[in-house]
């Protein structure tokens, strides 16, 4: 594949939605409004972990998840194939284009956005994919024209096989590939806590500690290891914040009054959306 040589006017901001963050009554309206307002194109990566689960209980599937990622086997891997790629995207493809936002519903394996070679764990984990090539010339022509790409996270190997890609992994992919401003993970957690305190900022000579941290756990652990990869690639900054209603993204990218913040150090903490 050639790169795409082309570039953008402004860098984009990737957005990542994940667990529970747009389940409450008119979030995903208020979310499709707040995109609207942003001065930077953007990306929209979604998960669907929790519609995973209750389609996997209603077809009598156990759901099982080892340091965080889900266990997929080829049953599990048809369902997520179908929700994510099919109920969830459509749904938030549907809103956003709603409020005019000229949206777009892909899933990696459109013209091979998302290219990843099974997990290293993948006998334990079976149909996963992990640290995906991104098809960088797709985004670019779909962002140079006004669209707003909304992206499921299956993957695809160069042999057409198709893998479940942890979204936070396959978002910090993303930010990374096409040179991000900002990534955003938002979910239902206000951020890393520690000492059930939300740690306001991580700079990267801490990534290590904060990865080695016992109390970094569960789906928290892939978070920060991704938003921590995205930083060292050139994004300038990672947020790891819940959604919080239509202002969420005017204070994460503008006042940083919430959520977790991952950058560089204090050079690269300047504001990049003023």
Request: with cysteine.
């Amino acid at each position: 594949m050639k790169p795409y040589a082309g570039t953008l006017p402004v860098r984009p901001v990737v957005i990542k939605l994940g667990g529970r963050a747009l389940e409450a009554p008119g979030a995903p309206e208020d979310f499709a409004r707040a995109l609207s307002r942003l001065e930077h194109p953007a990306i929209v990566v979604h998960g669907g972990g929790a519609e995973v689960t209750a389609w996997c209980e209603k077809v009598g599937i156990e759901s099982r998840f080892e340091n965080g990622l889900r266990v997929t086997d080829p049953a599990t891997l048809e369902v997520a194939v179908a929700v994510l790629a099919g109920l969830a995207n459509k749904r938030l493809v549907a809103a956003l284009n709603n409020a005019d936002m000229r949206a777009v519903g892909l899933s990696g394996v459109d013209d091979r956005l998302l290219v990843a070679p099974r997990h290293p764990q993948a006998d334990v984990l079976g149909e996963v994919g992990h640290d995906p090539q991104v098809n960088r010339r797709l985004l670019h022509l779909l962002l140079s024209e006004g669209y707003t790409p909304v992206i499921a996270t299956i993957a695809t190997t160069y042999a057409g096989h198709l893998l479940n890609v942890n979204a936070d992994d396959a978002a910090a992919a993303i930010a990374q590939a096409v040179h991000a401003s900002d990534l955003a993970l938002l979910s239902d957690t206000p951020g890393l806590k520690l000492d059930d305190q939300v740690v306001s900022e991580i700079v990267a000579d801490d990534f290590e500690a904060t990865l080695a941290n016992p109390q970094v756990a569960g789906g928290m652990r892939p978070k920060i290891a991704a938003a921590a990869a995205a930083v060292r690639a050139g994004v300038s900054r990672v947020h790891i914040a819940a959604w919080r209603g239509p202002d969420t993204l005017h204070t994460l990218f503008h006042d940083r009054t919430h959520g977790t913040l991952l950058h560089e150090g204090a050079a690269r903490t300047e504001a990049t959306h003023g």
